[in-house]
Structure formats: C-alpha cells, structure tokens
C-alpha cells in the first residue's frame, strides 16, 4: 500500500476510534450525576466538528509534507494551519476550565494568545519554507539526472590481437 493511502487510512481510523470514544462518554454521562462529568462531555460535543477540522488540516498538511516538489508546497500552510487551529482548541480548553473552576483571573489571554498564535504560525511556515527550499536542489538532482550520467558506458577495454607467425 502507498504510504499516503496508509496515512490517510490510519489518521481515519484513529478519529473514528476517537468518535467511538465520544459516543461512550456520551453512553456513561446518562448513568452518572457528576456535573463535573457532565460538563466536560458537553464541552467534547461542542467542539467534535472543531476536532475534526483540525484533523482534517492536519491531515491535508502531512499528505503535502510526503510529496515532492513543487506539490508539497502548500505542506507549511497547512501545517502552520493546523498548529493554529490546536492553538485555539487549547485556547477553549483554558477558557473551559477557568469556567467550570470558577477562578477569576486578570491576565490578558487574549492578548497573550494572539502574539504566541502568530509568532508559531510564521515559525512554522518560515521553517517550513526554509526546509523545503534548503532541500529543494538536492531534490531536484535525484529527480532529473543529466542524460549523458544515464547512459553511462563502462569502458572497453582494448585488447590488442597478437598476429601468429
């Protein structure tokens, strides 16, 4: 099998065994009177499509990251796009447990979330791109190597006939 059909098959799996998850949490809530409990499987529900989108980008980033160039171009947009996208799911998850702690705290993580989410965004996509272009040349040689290497000949040898007498 091609490794990017195994790649697919295998992150497909892993979010179904994760939704598989999710339906059991959902089973359990109704045999329990944890509020606690309760309001975690909420917040997991709330944020299944957010969970798969990230899935999906980060898929999409990994599938561009296997190819050659010049199609694994888009591979640090996507990357840089997923880590994004987990950057505001743990955003939401610090949010979350602010809420159901009910502590009060006066430092400004909205502001501190947007610098850190553009700073990882632009490393990641300045990495990515430096990676692909440091690597691109040598790429490149493998790929189109010149005709005359291909048809390389071995040396004759010549061999002198000695005349009989």
Do not use: C
Not at 11 to 31: D, E, P, Q
Not at 51 to 77: T, Y
Not at 125 to 154: A, C, D, S, V
Not at 159 to 164: E, L, P, S
Request: no cysteine; aromatic share 14%; net charge positive.
């Amino acid at each position: 099998m091609r490794p990017i059909a195994r790649l697919i098959i295998n992150r497909v799996a892993a979010f179904v065994v994760f939704l598989l998850l999710v339906i059991v949490l959902n089973i359990l809530v109704s045999y329990t009177r944890l509020s606690f409990f309760h309001s975690i499987v909420d917040f997991i529900n709330g944020n299944i499509l957010f969970l798969g989108l990230i899935a999906l980008v980060v898929v999409l980033g990994e599938v561009f990251g296997m190819l050659k160039f010049p199609f694994n171009l888009p591979h640090p947009v996507f990357s840089a796009a997923g880590a994004l996208l987990i950057l505001y799911f743990v955003f939401d998850i610090f949010a979350f447990l602010i809420e159901i702690s009910s502590v009060s705290i006066s430092i400004p993580f909205s502001l501190i979330f947007k610098v850190i989410s553009i700073l990882v965004f632009l490393v990641i996509l300045i990495t990515g791109y430096y990676h692909i272009f440091k690597n691109m040349p040598e790429r490149q040689r493998r790929l189109e190597k010149p005709r005359h290497e291909e048809r390389k000949e071995t040396p004759r040898k010549v061999v002198k006939k000695v005349k009989r007498k």
